[in-house]
């Protein structure tokens, strides 16, 4: 099991305190959007919505340093380009994985 | 270097600022969370570089490309490289970089961009670059298969797809057939029609305002037909 880290984000910021907060902010005010977002894709079933959602949120699975979620991710990307929802269960289980990380940060 | 910036993700947008920041010969003009808005600014505004984020809701990063009419030296910023492919018929794509930017990379496709100026100084032409070239590439599902260009008999526009038909196998492709006209070598193919696009070798005959090409019947526009007979070598 892997763990979000702030790897990249640190290096990026080359120990630039403000661009640190500032992508960490970003994270955490957009996150909890996109996700509510996701789930409410999924509820009305729109596959390309549901599409578009994982491949914002995909972004930030990377920068995370969640190297086989971002795969996970990328998987289910494609699997709902042809309309199959294969992928949803793992794809949720990073969503939840990141929610309790970024309370922590 | 003046750039600027055209990517929906705030991140995204930031991360890009960040790196820029960190090579003096760029400068970061502005940043755009979409791509109408990048299209007023350069209406008004040269820039000599733009990283562009291919996929965007709406008007994206492959619509904007089509949209510009002299375009400057871009490098796409994309997720998937295949969302890149098509971009790439472009002179002026330089590079595509994947997200996550790393700053290796990035600095790797600046440097590209520098270098792109001696390959346009060196007055390298469309066409001769046709003349050289026997085939090219196409993308369908991922893939990416080579099509040698004399086997080629037909290419026919089917809505947002073109249909190539070669002597083996038929592809569906989705492109236009002005772009892969541009590809094609004028020696061998000539466009008889909005919707078609023939190979002059593989004629079999001509009747009235139609070419037979194997067991195809072409219409021949009358604005096309007396190119099609000035090409043809006739006893």
Known sequence: MEFPNLEYINQLAGGDASIKNKLIHIIKTEFPEEKKEYYKSIKLGVFPRIEENVHRVKHKISILGLTKGYEIANTFEYNLRKLNLNGKEDFEKILIVITQYIKTI | MKCIIIDDEKMARVILKTLCNEIQSLEVLEDFPNAIEAIKYLNKNRVDLIFLDIHMPGFNGLDFIRSLKNPPKIILITSDPNFAIEAFEYDFIIDYLLKPLQFDRFKKAIEKSKTKNLTLASNETNSSRKAIENDFYISIDRRLIKIDLPSIYLIEAKGDYIKIKTENKDYIVHSTLKKIEEKL????????????????????????????????????????RPELMKRLDLL
Do not use: A
């Not at chain 2, 919707?195 to 090409?213: A, H, M, P, Y």
């Open chain 2, 185 to 224: 070598p004028d020696s061998l193919f000539l466009k008889i029609h909005r919707s078609f696009i023939i190979n002059l070798k593989k004629i079999i005959d001509i009747e009235d305002n139609s070419v037979l090409i194997k067991k195809d019947v072409i219409p021949v526009s009358r604005s096309k």
